[in-house]
């Protein structure tokens, strides 16, 4: 009896595990699908052209610019795992589905790439699922999950910069107080 309980224990441990993998997968999928991936993919750009401007000073070549863009390479990663958190607390997996399903649609696409550009039929499916569950759900809830993300954000954001920061300095580079 005992055998089977703990193999029973054991089973279901297993499934909530799953079930919170396929959770975390999932928002990184849509995560990568809504556009959210290219804007941090946009911000590491952003801090290295930050950074060539702090440093124009230096003689610093382009081959090391390139060697630390190459260790920033799983920055990405690290903070589409960091924005899991804020939505855990807010958003079902169902909800994380039917928010990918959208995204995957034509009109979801155009909607991330050129929100001008929406035909009639477009701007119709738009407005029907922000009229879904989901989307009221989406749009009862955008401003804690913005809080919530700019938290991550300003927290990866700066660990990312004093990374790169001590990097140069480990090289040499030193920024005048």
Known sequence: MKKLLFVLLFLSSLHFFAQKSTY??????????????????????????????????YDISESLWDELKTDTKPELDRILNMLVSAY??????????GMLA????????????????????????????????VGQKILASEQEISRRVGEVSEIWSRDLYRNLVDKLAAKGYVMQQ
């Open 24 to 57: 975390h997968q999932d928002v990184i999928k849509y995560l990568n699908t809504n556009g959210t991936a290219n804007q941090y993919t946009d911000a590491i750009d952003q801090l290295f052209t930050l950074l060539k401007h702090q440093y124009k000073n």
């Open 88 to 97: 855990r607390g807010t958003y079902e997996q169902d909800d994380i589905k």
């Open 102 to 133: 959208f995204y995957e649609t034509p009109a979801g696409k155009q909607f991330i790439t050129d929100k001008t550009n929406l035909t009639y039929e477009q701007q119709t499916e738009i407005s029907n699922f922000y009229n879904s569950p």
